[in-house]
């Protein structure tokens, strides 16, 4: 009993990487007692392969043995003192924020066709006047047109999406009716579900129909 209470693991060092456990991290420990660097850079190495075959998916990753590598530096404080074949990892490194991501913070002028058709109509703007424009833009004419069926559950006229298209380009494209081609996806379905009544007791009603029939006259 005495044995437990001083192995418990309140009483032990904190873990520094729970994916590899607490076992990794006392082997390293015990590997960083050695007094010899050449005897310390193999038995790490071999740690590196023990932990690979003990964590496939591992291998699935690029560059697996090198983030290993990272992870044992990372619990050793980076205090480990052996012979890397990779680059060594610091602190800083680890301790670095990522780079903002830059969202875009740009309002949508049409929600139901997305950010998406915006970068598309602002390619199309840069296009040359010919065939392949055209055809661009009865594309975006019919993904407009699709769109708003699916989550509207209204059909546009070629008159109002040339209206969106001006738009939404700044007035690059200014188009008629008859020179846009719309194709019709005949498989979507509008996106809107009937919205149950807000009075409790009608739907009490309608499940209580619904689970026990109606009711029976004798």
């Given at each position: ?60 990753q690029n ?67 010919g065939d ?87």
């Amino acid at each position: 009993m005495n044995l437990l209470q001083e192995d418990y693991n309140t009483q032990r060092n904190s873990l520094v990487n729970s994916e590899l456990g607490r076992h990794v991290q006392e082997y390293l420990e015990h590997i960083q007692g050695m007094t010899e660097k050449a005897e310390r850079s193999r038995w790490t190495a071999q740690l590196v392969q023990v932990i690979a075959h003990l964590n496939p998916e591992l291998k699935k990753q690029n560059n697996y043995e090198e983030k290993i590598w990272g992870h044992l530096f990372q619990i050793a404080d980076y205090s480990l003192d052996v012979d890397c074949p990779y680059p060594l990892p610091t602190r800083e490194q680890h301790s670095a924020k990522p780079q903002h991501l830059g969202y875009n913070t740009q309002g949508i002028r049409f929600r139901f066709y997305g950010r998406n058709l915006q970068l598309m109509i602002d390619r199309v703007c840069e296009m040359e006047d010919g065939d392949l424009k055209q055809d661009t833009v009865n594309m975006i004419a019919s993904f407009m047109f699709n769109s708003c069926k699916m989550w509207n559950n209204e059909n546009l006229s070629n008159e109002v999406i040339a209206e969106h298209l001006k738009i939404l380009s700044n007035n690059k494209l200014v188009l008629a009716g008859d020179e846009i081609v719309v194709s019709q996806d005949k498989t979507i379905k509008p996106m809107r579900t009937p919205i149950q009544s807000m009075d409790p007791r009608k739907n009490f009603n309608k499940n209580k129909k619904k689970k026990f029939g109606p009711k029976r006259r004798f």
